[in-house]
């Protein structure tokens, strides 16, 4: 099972083309603002390192991002050890509530990856995010 397309983050994701604010569970994630907001439309805590884990790994569009690959965008250059990332899933899941425990999935010896297939999890268009 794919995105829906109203939600997919093709080509250009990454520089600013084509991203989108969209629900996922109770929350709204607004990938264009780096923010997510609860379901009263004030912002959920997250470091910088751990949305952009989240970025990531939406922009995979359900592919397995491997640990390497995470750790060698999100810290280029930067000499850190696997414990930074296991904090920033442990981080996202917490800001994404009951929805974060289910959709974003940890494949043994493999990577992280956001679970497109889970039903009723993300939302079927986007919506915008009021800051």
Same mark, same amino acid.
């Given at each position: 099972m794919r995105y829906p397309d109203s939600l997919r983050l093709g080509r250009g994701a990454m520089s600013g083309q084509g991203e989108r604010a969209f629900r996922i569970g109770e929350v709204t994630v607004d990938l264009e603002a780096g923010l997510i907001l609860d379901t009263a439309g004030r912002p959920v805590t997250l470091r910088r390192q751990s949305f952009e884990v989240l970025r990531h790994l939406i922009a995979a569009n359900g592919r397995v991002v491997g640990k390497e690959k995470l750790i060698s965008t999100v810290w280029p250059g930067i000499a850190v050890t696997d414990d930074s990332l296991v904090q920033c899933i442990h981080d996202i899941r917490r800001a994404l509530g009951p929805a974060g425990q289910v959709m974003l999935r940890t494949i043994p010896r493999r990577g992280s !990856?956001?679970?497109? &297939?889970?039903? &009723?999890i993300i939302a079927s268009k986007p919506v !915008?995010?009021?800051s």
């Open positions: !990856r956001v679970d497109p &297939g889970t039903e &009723g !915008r995010a009021v």
